[in-house]
């Protein structure tokens, strides 16, 4: 009789974040092992993280779904807008502003303000005009949405990184929310089935809501 071979991920999320994987009562992380069928085991002390999963049962995907989310916690997301990621389509990208700016504490403290904006302003632009949910947590930006609202968010970023000004950016988000809310309309409009049950779903927002704020991201 063949051994059962079984898949295993290890990762390492900030100590001060394994109290949110885990949950209240370890919900949370149950909730993360029903959804994607796998195991995890969480070292409070160390922050480090074991994902497990059974090779050849279930979904094989659902480790790595798992290890996304983990990450997303893990950098400062809510479970609940990590949880986002369980939607088919949907991807985190992990920006490190220590690669674009050094070691300066100074330096990376005025550019994640820049980024955040005032009480928060300037990320719920950016995820409001992109369909994204941001997170900025320690020398990190996240960014979780679809592949083209990822990039986006990611360039608004860029330019806020580099010094441009705020009013510069707002105005490249509200002309790349147009392109994407034109290329969203012309797949509707390739998929009939789609535009059809559009038509019987009177006054749907195709924009979705705005990322809950919940616990406070950033820090």
């Known amino acids: 009789m063949a051994e059962k071979t079984m898949s295993r991920i290890y990762l390492k999320i900030p100590v001060e974040r394994t109290g949110v994987l885990i949950g209240e009562g370890g919900g949370t992380k149950a909730e993360l092992e029903r959804g994607t069928g796998t195991r995890i085991t969480v070292d409070g002390k160390s922050g480090e993280v074991v994902i497990e999963s059974d090779a050849g049962r279930g979904d094989p995907s659902g480790i790595l779904k798992a290890k996304d989310i983990i990450t997303a916690i893990g950098r400062g997301f809510s479970p609940q807008r990590a949880f986002r990621l369980f939607t088919e389509g ?130």
């Open 90 to 219: 949907q991807m985190i990208e992990v920006i490190d502003l220590k690669e674009v700016l050094g070691d300066s504490r100074n330096q990376l403290l005025r550019v994640k303000g820049r980024i955040i904006g005032e009480n928060g302003k300037t990320r719920r632009i950016i995820e409001k005009l992109t369909g994204t949910v941001v997170s900025v947590y320690g020398h990190t930006v996240s960014i979780i949405g679809e592949y083209d609202e990822i990039l986006v968010a990611k360039e608004a970023i860029s330019m806020l990184v580099k010094g441009a000004m705020h009013g510069a950016v707002y105005k490249y988000l509200n002309s790349a929310h147009l392109e994407l809310k034109k290329k969203r309309l012309s797949l509707w409009e390739e998929r009939p089935e789609l535009k059809e049950g559009l038509e019987a779903d009177d006054g749907g927002d195709e924009e979705g809501e705005e990322g809950e704020e919940g616990e406070k991201e950033g820090g």
